[in-house]
């Protein structure tokens, strides 16, 4: 368990040391007490901490305050502040900053911890969990859900992760100073950081328009929020570009038509209820030999029959962004 691993190795670096000092430090066990504490909190994803071992510097202070706590329900106190705490977890190399570089534009750049178990080199958080951990009630989605979902073979060129947000809140205003150039906009979203030369990105996006959403275990001390297989699949019919382009696209929809749940693609098209989304699904269906079944079809059908109603307004490309080559007129799509 963490707990024990974490008390562990707090116990044993302060034993290497222990014949330098004559006398117990004032504190020290209070401090032991809290790091066992702190394992138990940080021992498995929960709610409020859904990736325990890689923590931003708010959810790291967030989880000494619950230990803190939890000691003084037993009436164990200190005036040791929380910040003096990590402090102390950095210093006895329980947890350690992530190698952070600042993303374009002059953001902010936010500080993420690893939680050290013991290991004699703790590894990298994976990409999806460091995405997570960076936005809890994010969805992971995109590029970062093509390659978790096994949808690609390409190499995931930045990571992406959704903020639910309503298309009625209003966007936060941001001052600038007066002569001071505003940061050009970046269609992929705002970036959070980089690492190891990828950017990760968060962005918002409609509720109505991303119902596919699952929690998955990534590891014993991770759980994450992802696009589904078959609302990942819509997701590179919305943003292609996103999702790493045209090839990476056909890729996916090449590898995933023979592997989707139908059932549940057509209740993702019935939830998000666009009629030109289910045209290029069912393009895309059509295109890799995918065979829909009665209730799927006739949706299809009716996309299609509102088309030809609506005539040339209707027309428009296969993958918003990308210019077509050929006009399909059975589903009024340029194809590139």
């Avoid at 325990?52 to 106190?77: D, G, V, W």
Wanted: proline fraction near 9%.
């Amino acid at each position: 368990m963490i707990s024990h691993m974490l008390a562990s190795k707090h116990m044993t670096d302060h034993q290497k040391s222990g014949s330098q000092r004559a006398r117990t430090l004032p504190g020290e066990a209070w401090i032991e007490d809290l790091v066992r504490t702190l394992g138990e909190i940080l021992d498995s994803p929960s709610d409020r901490f859904p990736t325990p071992h890689c923590l931003t510097r708010s959810a790291l202070i967030a989880a000494i305050q619950e230990a803190r706590q939890n000691l003084a329900r037993q009436r164990r106190t200190s005036s040791t502040t929380a910040r003096e705490v990590r402090r102390h977890l950095e210093n006895e190399g329980l947890v350690h900053g992530l190698p952070l570089a600042a993303a374009p534009g002059g953001r902010r750049l936010p500080e993420i911890f690893a939680l050290d178990i013991g290991a004699s080199s703790a590894p990298s958080p994976d990409p999806v969990e460091m995405l997570q951990a960076a936005v809890p009630s994010g969805v992971v989605c995109y590029f970062s859900a093509l390659v978790f979902h096994g949808l690609t073979t390409q190499p995931c060129p930045h990571h992406h992760i959704a903020r639910l947000v309503p298309p009625s809140t209003p966007r936060s205003s941001v001052a600038h100073a007066p002569g001071k150039e505003r940061t050009p906009h970046d269609p992929l979203g705002t970036p959070l950081f980089m690492h190891d030369g990828l950017l990760f990105y968060v962005t918002n996006r409609d509720p109505a328009l991303l119902p596919g959403i699952q929690t998955r275990l990534l590891h014993p001390h991770a759980r994450i929020r992802i696009a589904d297989y078959e609302q990942t699949l819509l997701d590179t019919l919305h943003k292609p570009a996103s999702c790493g382009g045209p090839a990476v696209v056909f890729e996916a929809w090449e590898t995933g038509a023979g592997r989707l749940d139908e059932a549940r693609l057509f209740e993702r098209l019935h939830r998000i209820s666009r009629p030109l989304l289910s045209r290029r699904t069912g393009w895309m269906l059509q295109r890799f030999g995918h065979l829909p079944g009665a209730a799927l079809e006739a949706w299809l059908r009716e996309a299609r029959q509102q088309a030809d109603r609506e005539g040339e307004t209707a027309r428009a490309p296969l993958l918003p962004g990308v210019p077509g080559r050929v006009f399909d007129s059975q589903w009024r799509l340029d194809v590139p």
